[in-house]
Every structure is written in C-alpha cells, then in structure tokens.
C-alpha cells in the first residue's frame, strides 16, 4: 500500500501503527499463510522443520493436560500413563526432528539472503530445549530424576549457575519447566517461524543453477 | 512397583571414542534418516516452476 507523506507524518512516534503498518508492509497474510512454494521445496529435507513443529504442538497439548492432573495422575492411571507416555514421545522425535532440520539447513548454508536471524533463532530454540528437556527428566519425581538431578547439580553449580538454576530444588525446576522455559521457546519458535516467512524458504545452494538448466531445457 | 534394575548399557570403546550402544544406534539411524531425506523422491516433486 503506498504511503502519502502525510501518512508518515501521522504515525510519527505512534508505535503501535507504525508496527502495524511494518507488518502489512513486511509480512502480508500472502507471505505469512503462502499457497504456493518454490518447487525446491517440494524434499523431505524441507519436511522436518514442520514435523518439529508438530511435536512441539503436541508436547505443548500433552503438557497442559500434565499440569492440570498432577504425578500422582501420571504415575498411577493408565490415562496418565498414557498422557506421560506420549509427552515423553514428542519430545524424543522433536530432538530427533530438530536434528535433521539442523543438519539440512547447516549443509545447505541456510543463514544465506539475511536469514542470520532465521538461524540465531533456530539455534537458540535447540539450546533452550535442550535446557527443557532437562528439567523434564527433572520432574519425573522418581528415582530416575532424583539420579539425574544429583549427577547434574556439581556440573551446573560448578558454571555458577546453581544459584539460579539449583536442579535439586523441585519447586524451581517445576516453574522452569512449566513456565518460563516453554515461553522462552514459544517466543522464540514464534520470531522463527516468522523470519522463515518473512525472507522465505532458504534456497538449495545450486537451487539457481537448477531452475536456469530447466528453464532452458524448456525453452528447447 | 515399579522395577528400577535395568542393567547399564553396552559401550563401545576405541580410542578416545566411548559411547553407549543405544546412543550409537541413535546416531545411526539419524544418519539413515537424513541421508534418506536427500535421496528419496518427494510425493509429486517432479516438475519445476511454482507448485502447490
């Protein structure tokens, strides 16, 4: 939509339109919900971004039905068998997802055409994870997690970081898990997602190679 | 009750290289899964030019 200059002169310091009028201008609902893609896209390579995504979904939805029943539900109902189980599940395909994602998107160069961010995002959702499915493994309040959180705690308070991050306190690792840590990623899969479309898939690295050698194979 | 006895994993150990068998066999099927993601065709990929 084109911009008389009295329009900018109205929205002047006005942040809230001027952030909505950088979306309409940046990521119209053609960009963010496209009925079309590159035919590159059209791999399995480019299928285990989303096929994260979904666990997450699911990670998220098997999550809140966690945190409404409590352990006592998960550890002795086979509903809440079940519920754990799956939870459990989606976590272990969303790191083994998240992996070939990376290792796609690594050997393809995928920081190409200012997509840094689309990258730092990336990378930074797969560490905070990482620090998730801890405190996951944390919470099983079994033995395995009492294991697990007295094998951790010299390594972590030897970081420093034990003052805010103190594995053997239940309470705080339940906050962690529970709250701050699926925001942090929340927040961060959002920006993500976002910059994917807002410069697009990454193209292959001879992606322009490619299209030039059959758009001239055509026009024989 | 629950029973907590499960014996500890295999390793396998050359070198400076120490890992568990079932991590060994998670790499490799990784490995599979991403070569297998570049090689296998895609359901309706052939062609070229923008597609649904």
């Given amino acids: ?220 | 009750m629950m029973s907590h006895d499960i014996p500890p994993a295999r390793f396998i150990e050359h070198s400076w290289l120490s890992i568990s068998v079932p991590n060994a066999i998670m790499v490799g099927a990784l490995i599979v899964l991403f070569i297998l993601a570049l090689v296998l065709p895609f359901p309706g990929g052939e062609g070229s030019g923008e597609q649904r």
């Fill in chain 1, 1 to 220: 939509m084109s911009q008389t200059s009295e329009d900018r002169s109205q929205t002047r310091g006005n942040w809230t339109a001027a952030l909505g009028e950088a979306a309409e201008r940046n990521l119209p609902f053609s960009k963010l919900l496209p009925g079309t893609q590159p035919a590159y896209v059209a791999s399995w390579i480019y299928v285990f971004g989303v096929l994260t995504l979904v666990c997450l979904a699911l990670i998220i939805a098997t999550g809140v039905v966690l945190t409404i029943f409590g352990p006592s539900w998960w550890h002795t109902s086979l509903a809440g068998h079940y519920i754990n189980s799956l939870h459990f599940w989606s976590v272990q395909l969303f790191f083994l997802f998240m992996v070939v994602h990376l290792w796609g998107k690594f050997w393809m160069a995928a920081w190409r055409g200012g997509r840094a961010r689309t990258w730092i995002t990336g990378g930074l959702a797969f560490v905070v994870s990482i620090i998730a499915g801890l405190t996951g493994y944390l919470l099983q309040t079994n033995l395995d997690s009492q294991w697990i959180a007295f094998e951790a705690k010299d390594g972590l308070n030897a970081t420093g970081v034990g003052a805010v991050f103190n594995v053997a306190n239940l309470g705080q690792i339940l906050m962690f898990h529970v709250f701050l840590l699926p925001a942090v990623i929340a927040a961060v899969v959002l920006g993500h997602v976002l910059w994917v479309r807002l410069r697009g898939v990454v193209p292959p690295i001879d992606a322009a190679a490619i299209e030039a050698a059959r758009s001239e194979g055509a026009s024989r």
